[in-house]
């Protein structure tokens, strides 16, 4: 069962800017926290950000702040992930993730993926040099 849907990745070339976005197919999975986690080829699975209910709180990677900025439409039951300033080392399959509906501020734990039990089945960035 498709829980939440990962689209807007693509091609870029290095610089550029993509748009993701995480639609929840079906509630209570619209009022969770969510999160941003990436895999690139032959690498593990990277927390990106998070997000709280409300859209008032967010966690960032080291590697990503400054350059991505995750927001929420609860109105569309969609997270978002704006990327500017991409890499190519941002190449990989974007995944969105939830839990539960509470949230910690807890960088370790936010950003343990063993710790969401929802998985979309991922979005692909690809940025060229």
């Known amino acids: 069962q498709v829980e939440l849907v990962e689209s807007g990745g693509g091609l870029v070339q290095a610089g550029g800017s993509l748009r993701l976005s995480c639609a929840a197919s079906?509630?209570?999975?619209?009022?969770?926290?969510r999160a941003w986690f990436r895999q690139g080829l032959g690498k593990e699975r990277e927390f990106v950000a998070a997000i709280n209910k409300n859209g008032d709180a967010t966690i960032y990677e080291d590697s990503v702040k400054g350059r991505f900025t995750i927001s929420r439409d609860n109105a569309k039951n969609t997270v978002f992930l704006q990327m500017n300033s991409l890499k190519p080392e941002d190449t990989a399959l974007y995944y969105c993730?939830?839990?539960?509906?509470?949230?910690?501020?807890?960088?370790?734990?936010?950003?343990?993926?063993?710790?969401?039990?929802?998985w979309g089945q991922g979005t692909q960035v690809t940025v060229s040099s």
């Open positions: 079906s509630r209570p999975y619209s009022n969770y926290p």
């Open positions: 993730a939830a839990n539960s509906p509470y949230w910690t501020d807890d960088y370790r734990y936010v950003s343990n993926l063993g710790n969401y039990r929802y």
